[in-house]
Structures are given as structure tokens and as C-alpha cells.
């Protein structure tokens, strides 16, 4: 790898996609990495295994919005590159309580732009050229497509819908000002959905392969017609490592599967996975545990996204198609009962019931 020149701070290293990303720096170069991360509800240093204990790793416990420890970290360790990760992510729990979103995608995004700057400013002209902030974003910030509409681009306007959504707008245009009116090197990142081993059962892939392992009901949003572009996370750490690689300062890139499908069909491949993977035996098929539900609470219709800018700048391509991905998926739940275990506290088991109603068995 040719850039970073000195460590790369990944802030959110602990949850689904920044462990999966730790993991892929540690095994690909030979840069140091330093993990930030607050260890919320849906952060576990389990996720990241051996790699917690490599010599070229350092984990670090605490608050993106922590502006000392940040300051320090960045001098401590000589930081030539940040990947910012760390946020609260999963929408319904932004519509229930949106004030933590706005703390951590807001103002904790705020001080680590603040605190780079600082940091930036004082490097020798040499380190200053080479240094990146990457700021990793979603397409929900894109709002809803129809069924007809041209998938988002990195031209699209912003239109988010939900308190999560609206949080990693504001973020991201916190991160364009520091470019704009500071020269800050930032890039930024909005990828589709993501999904692969280590997600946080909140979300609907690991939520419907544990809930259907448990002999509980498969709870479908509405018709379960809304649309997803699903991108397998080693993908989207590809394309990160790319753009801090190789990308244009104070751009933006589009990151996506071209991986679109309706939740029902989603739900559908998982329960024929299982069926095959891990027979329910008399019982039947787990699609028998499938159940609507009320709709979530402004729920976007589709989202769909056109990665062409980051293939043709970038070489970057998705090299894991969703079936493949989704069986390894699967896979890696069935293999990994202990992580499961761990990761359902009696938090989680709270949000479940308070989410979903006392009544989850099929
Ligand atoms: P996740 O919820 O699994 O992990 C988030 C991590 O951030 C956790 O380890 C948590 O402990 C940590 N964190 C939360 N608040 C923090 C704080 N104040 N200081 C330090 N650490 C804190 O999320 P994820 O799915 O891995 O998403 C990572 C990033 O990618 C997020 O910024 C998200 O918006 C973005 N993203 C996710 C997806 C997706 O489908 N999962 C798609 C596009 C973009
Ligand atoms: P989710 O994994 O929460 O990601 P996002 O809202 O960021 O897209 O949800 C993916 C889709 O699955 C979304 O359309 C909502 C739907 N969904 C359900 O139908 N049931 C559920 O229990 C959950 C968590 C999501």
C-alpha cells in the first residue's frame, strides 16, 4: 500500500464493517493501526480476535467526541490517515431516541474533524500532503428512489428521511466545510446496506437468521416490498482502502453492490439457506415463521446505488455476489454460537422486546 504514510486511526474499529476493515489492514499492509472505539451496545472487542493482540494493533477504549484523547492519539501515534466509522447506525433505534445519533454522527464527527485539523496544520509539509481523513457515510442520506428512478450517484441530492439518515447528512457536511474552508484532505464514502459475519443482530440479516434458529417469528416490515442494494462487507472494505489509496482529496464516492433486492426476497434466500444448512426437520420450513408486521415509521421505499465513478477512477469492482455471500453469511452464524451468545445481552433482549412486543414466537 502506498499511502498512509504512518498509522491509521480507525474510529468504530469494533462494530460489523470497522473490525472487518481493521482485519483487512492488518492482513494486507504493514502500516499500524490504532482502533478507537466507545464500545457501545454494538461494539465487542471480540470482533477482533487475533488481531486485538498483533503487535501492529492498539486498541483504544473511548469517545469519538473525547477531544483530548483524540488530540493525544493523533500525536501518540504519528496518525497519517483516519477512517471514521464509529456512529450509532441502526434506524429504528434513531427513531426512537435520535438525541445519541445527533451526539455521536454530529458532534462526535465535529471533534475528530476539529482535532485532525489541529493536528494537520502542525505537520511537517511533507506528512501534511499525505495525510487523509476518510469519512465512511451511507445512502440513506440520498432518501427514497421509486421502483423507475436511476440509482443515486455522488451528483444526487441530499434528501435524508430518518434522525439516523439526517445525522450522517450533517456529518457529512461538516466533513465537506472542513475541506472547503480549511483544505482538511478528506474523502468521503456512501455505500449501500452491507451485510457478512460480525453484524449486529438488530440488523435484518442477522436478526432473521438468529430469530429463525430460535424457532421465532421472522417479523416483515410492511409488504416487504422495500428494496436494498446489498453489499458484502469485505467489498466495502475493499473499496475504502482504495479510496484512501488512491482517491481525489474532497471527493465523494458512490460505494454498491448492484446487489437490489425486496426484503421478502431477502428473508426468502435465508430460509431456503437454512432449510438446507440447518433442517427444522418435521417442522417444516422456517419460511413458516415468516410474519408482516406494522411498517416502520417513514420507511424508504428502495435505495439503489451507481458505484461507476469509483470503477472507473478507482478500479474498484464488488467481487462477492449476494447468494455467495449471504451462504457464507449464514455460514459463519451457524459456526459461531458463542459470538451469538455473547453479543444478546440483556440490553439487547430489552431492544428486541420493546422493538418487536413481547410476543416473538412463531
Ligand atoms: P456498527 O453499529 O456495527 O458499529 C459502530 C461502532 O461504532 C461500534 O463499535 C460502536 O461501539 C462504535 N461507536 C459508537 N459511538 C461511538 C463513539 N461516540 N465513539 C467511538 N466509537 C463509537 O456499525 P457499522 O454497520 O459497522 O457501520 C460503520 C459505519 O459505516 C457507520 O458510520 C455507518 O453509518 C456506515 N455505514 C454502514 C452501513 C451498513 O449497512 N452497516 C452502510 C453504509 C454505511
Ligand atoms: P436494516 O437492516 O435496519 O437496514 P436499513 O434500515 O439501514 O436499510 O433494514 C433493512 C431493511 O429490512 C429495511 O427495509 C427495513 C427492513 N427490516 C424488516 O423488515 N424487519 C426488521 O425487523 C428489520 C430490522 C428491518
Known amino acids: 500500500m502506498d499511502r498512509p504514510a504512518g498509522t491509521v486511526l480507525v474510529t468504530g474499529g469494533a462494530g460489523f464493517i470497522g473490525s472487518n476493515l481493521v482485519r483487512h489492514l492488518i492482513s494486507r499492509g504493514d502500516v499500524p493501526v490504532v482502533t478507537l472505539d466507545k464500545l457501545t451496545y454494538a461494539g465487542n472487542r471480540l470482533n477482533l480476535g487475533d488481531v486485538l493482540d498483533n503487535p501492529r494493533h492498539v486498541f483504544v477504549e473511548g469517545d469519538i467526541a473525547d477531544d483530548t484523547l483524540v488530540a493525544r492519539l493523533l500525536q501518540t501515534h504519528a496518525v497519517g490517515a483516519v477512517i471514521n466509522l464509529a456512529a450509532e447506525t441502526h434506524v429504528d433505534r434513531s427513531i426512537r431516541s435520535p438525541a445519541a445519533f445527533v451526539q455521536t454522527n454530529v458532534v462526535g464527527t465535529l471533534n475528530l474533524l476539529?482535532?485532525?485539523?489541529?493536528?494537520?496544520?502542525?505537520?511537517?509539509?511533507?506528512?501534511?500532503?499525505?495525510?487523509?481523513?476518510?469519512?465512511?457515510?451511507?445512502?440513506?442520506?440520498?432518501?427514497?428512489?421509486?421502483?423507475a428512478d436511476p440509482a443515486f450517484t455522488e451528483a444526487s441530492p441530499y434528501a435524508p428521511?430518518?434522525?439516523?439518515?439526517?445525522?450522517?447528512?450533517?456529518?457529512?457536511?461538516?466533513?465537506?466545510?472542513?475541506?472547503?474552508?480549511?483544505?482538511?484532505?478528506t474523502l468521503t464514502t456512501n455505500c449501500s446496506n452491507n451485510y457478512g459475519p460480525r453484524q449486529f443482530p438488530e440488523k435484518l440479516i442477522p436478526l432473521m437468521i438468529l430469530n429463525a434458529l430460535k424457532g421465532e417469528r421472522l417479523p416483515i416490515y410492511g409488504d416487504g416490498q422495500n428494496v436494498r442494494d446489498w453489499l458484502y462487507v469485505g467489498d466495502h472494505c475493499q473499496a475504502l482502502l482504495r479510496v484512501l489509496e488512491a482517491g481525489t482529496i474532497g471527493e465523494t464516492y458512490v460505494v454498491g453492490g448492484s446487489g437490489e433486492l425486496t426484503n421478502c426476497e431477502v428473508v426468502?434466500?435465508?430460509?431456503?439457506?437454512?432449510?438446507?444448512?440447518?433442517?427444522?426437520?418435521?417442522?417444516?420450513s422456517y419460511r413458516e415463521q415468516i410474519a408482516f408486521v406494522p411498517d416502520r415509521a417513514g420507511h424508504d421505499r428502495?435505495?439503489?446505488m451507481n458505484a461507476g465513478k469509483l470503477r472507473k477512477e478507482l478500479g474498484w469492482m464488488p467481487e462477492t455476489n449476494f447468494r455467495e455471500g449471504l451462504r457464507r453469511?449464514?455460514?459463519?452464524?451457524?459456526?459461531?454460537?458463542?459470538?451469538?451468545?455473547?453479543?444478546?445481552?440483556?440490553?439487547?433482549?430489552?431492544?428486541i422486546a420493546t422493538q418487536y412486543g413481547a410476543r416473538t414466537s412463531a
Open 114 to 147: 476539529e482535532q485532525a485539523h489541529l493536528y494537520w496544520q502542525r505537520l511537517p509539509p511533507s506528512a501534511r500532503e499525505m495525510f487523509r481523513f476518510v469519512h465512511v457515510s451511507t445512502d440513506e442520506v440520498y432518501g427514497s428512489l421509486g421502483r
Open 161 to 185: 428521511n430518518s434522525p439516523y439518515a439526517a445525522s450522517k447528512a450533517g456529518a457529512d457536511y461538516l466533513v465537506r466545510a472542513f475541506h472547503h474552508t480549511y483544505g482538511l484532505p
Open 268 to 284: 426468502g434466500m435465508i430460509c431456503e439457506m437454512l432449510d438446507e444448512m440447518h433442517p427444522v426437520g418435521k417442522r417444516g
Open 302 to 304: 428502495r435505495y439503489a
Open 329 to 351: 453469511t449464514v455460514r459463519w452464524y451457524l459456526e459461531n454460537p458463542q459470538w451469538v451468545r455473547d453479543v444478546q445481552t440483556p440490553e439487547y433482549r430489552q431492544w
